[in-house]
């Protein structure tokens, strides 16, 4: 099955942004969600799609694909974005879904 | 607004049956466009999808699990449970069940996870 990459961990000042990356062939078929997940806690869908949050969701979370690569980018990071990120998607073959390696993000 | 509960033991002898039941509350689990997932994360790792099934009965595996999994669904009490099989200390893990989307745009079919329950932690150990 497929396997989707992203960087373990990333930093980003308090209002800067910061852009996650997910890595594979699958992306080229299909769109990635993204989930958001603090310690102790369940995941939070964030994105999914094209580029659509699901309410409540701020939006300074967005979404965008290009290739192998799915992006989630946070525009003014705020202290409660810090959190572990993962990616989900299809598998090439259509009914297998994988999640990412995850990235943990630091808020400065 | 929907609920998902795990519910199960939260020890289990190596080689024995992991069993567990999600139940859903404020909506119906027989619902179109809806599978129901399970979904589990060892102390310290990362997400790992276990397999989905939709009302029908339908149901979709991780291939690397799939030979030690069931998933089933009791319509009646909105239910879906999990059974996993032969367990091991890797299947350690905090296992969550969520609502598995399928939503079509156009020509394109989203899917996600969109509602999570808890999770439960379960542990292998004699």
């Known amino acids: 099955s497929s396997e989707l990459t992203q960087d373990p961990a990333v930093s980003v000042a308090l209002g800067q942004t910061v852009r996650i990356t997910c890595q594979g062939d699958?992306?080229?078929?299909?769109?990635a969600s993204w989930y958001q997940q603090k310690p102790g806690q369940a995941p939070v869908l964030v994105i999914y799609?094209?580029?659509n949050r699901p309410s409540g969701i701020p939006d300074r979370f967005s979404g965008s694909s290009s290739g192998n690569t799915a992006s989630l980018t946070i525009t003014g990071a705020q202290a409660e974005d810090e959190a572990d990120y993962y990616c989900?998607?299809?598998?090439?073959?259509?009914?297998?879904?994988?999640f990412g390696t995850g990235t943990k993000v630091t808020v400065l | 607004q929907l609920q998902l509960q795990e519910s199960g033991p939260g020890l289990v002898k190596p080689s024995e049956t992991l069993s567990l039941t999600c139940t859903v509350s404020?909506?119906?689990?027989?619902?179109?466009?809806?599978?129901w997932g399970w979904i589990r994360q060892p102390p310290g790792k990362g997400l790992e999808w276990i397999g989905s099934?939709?009302?029908?009965?339908?149901?979709y595996y991780n291939p690397s699990l799939k030979s030690r999994v069931t998933i089933s669904v009791d319509t009646s009490k909105n239910q879906f449970s999990l059974k996993l099989s032969s367990v091991t200390a890797a299947d350690t893990a905090v296992y969550y069940c969520?609502?598995?989307?399928?939503?079509?745009?156009?020509?394109?079919?989203?899917?996600?996870?969109?509602?999570w329950g808890q999770g439960t932690l379960v542990t292998v150990s004699s």
């Open positions: 099934i939709y009302y029908s009965g339908s149901t």
């Open positions: 989900n998607s299809r598998d090439s073959s259509g009914n297998i879904w994988v």
């Open positions: 404020g909506g119906s689990i027989s619902s179109s466009s809806y599978y």
């Open positions: 799609g094209k580029n």
């Open positions: 699958s992306l080229r078929s299909y769109y």
């Open positions: 969520a609502r598995h989307s399928h939503s079509i745009f156009g020509v394109v079919t989203y899917t996600y996870f969109d509602y």
